[in-house]
């Protein structure tokens, strides 16, 4: 089954981290660009970071730079997110998709989401 | 830079046809043809239903159609039916920072 799957959420406290995993079956995940896109509680989606297929570009929004690093291991079809000095802000659901290809810039599958919660 | 502007909802009968406007500027939606729209229903994940402004993905139906004029994209859903009634989301491709900007929503209701 072709599918992306995220695991990791829970609960932590401000200032603290967490790292998020994603793990891709049913296709070459070497082949796709890989994203990061949040959704808030109540809220709409917010674009949080991209990785290219080889990792050699990796993009993120402005509140989230030097904070979070994004990583991909092509071996194990996997993409990450290893998040440090997580605000309120960063309460979310944490998609983790897929691009369509080079060049087309959508996102044509998407995982369940993991929660992510930071308070104290 | 903002979030795309998109009308907080939108609603039509069943067999009607709805547009869902997203408004944003000449440095995302009017500078590419790299406009997406997702459908999302409560608790689940967003769903590709267009992408570069017109363009569906394989199993999403033809009722659903997109296009693009200068700085505002839109997404027309015809033959409305019950199960279209969701939240819609644009998005586009910047080339800056951020990459990719979402629309605000809308939520679709089928009376």
């Known amino acids: 089954e072709v599918q992306v799957v995220e695991s990791g959420g829970g609960l932590v406290q401000p200032g603290g981290s967490l790292r998020l995993s994603c793990a891709a079956s049913g296709f070459t995940f070497s082949s796709y660009s890989m994203n990061w896109v949040r959704q808030a509680p109540g809220k709409g989606l917010e674009w949080v970071s991209s990785i290219s297929r080889t990792s050699a570009y990796i993009y993120y929004t402005d509140s989230v730079k030097g904070r979070f690093t994004v990583s991909r291991d092509n071996a194990k079809n996997s993409l990450y997110v290893q998040m440090t000095g997580l605000r309120a802000e960063d309460t979310a659901v944490y998609y983790c998709?897929?691009?369509?290809?080079?060049?087309?810039?959508?996102?044509?599958?998407w995982g369940q989401g993991t929660m992510v919660t930071v308070s104290s | 830079q903002s979030a795309l502007t998109q009308p907080a909802s939108v609603s039509g009968s069943p067999g009607q046809s709805i547009t869902i406007s997203c408004t944003g500027t000449?440095?995302?939606?009017?500078?590419?043809?790299?406009v997406s729209w997702y459908q999302q229903h409560p608790g689940k994940a967003p769903k590709l239903m267009i992408y570069?402004?017109?363009n569906r993905p394989s199993g999403v139906s033809s009722r659903f159609s997109g296009s693009k004029s200068g700085n505002t994209a839109s997404l027309t859903i015809s033959g409305l039916q019950a199960e279209d009634e969701a939240d819609y989301y644009c998005?586009?491709?910047?080339?800056?920072?951020?990459?990719?900007?979402f629309g605000t929503g809308t939520k679709v209701t089928v009376l």
């Open positions: 570069d402004v017109n």
């Open positions: 000449s440095s995302d939606v009017g500078g590419y043809n790299s």
């Open positions: 998005t586009s491709y910047t080339g800056s920072s951020p990459l990719y900007v």
């Open positions: 998709a897929k691009s369509i290809a080079d060049g087309v810039e959508a996102f044509d599958m």
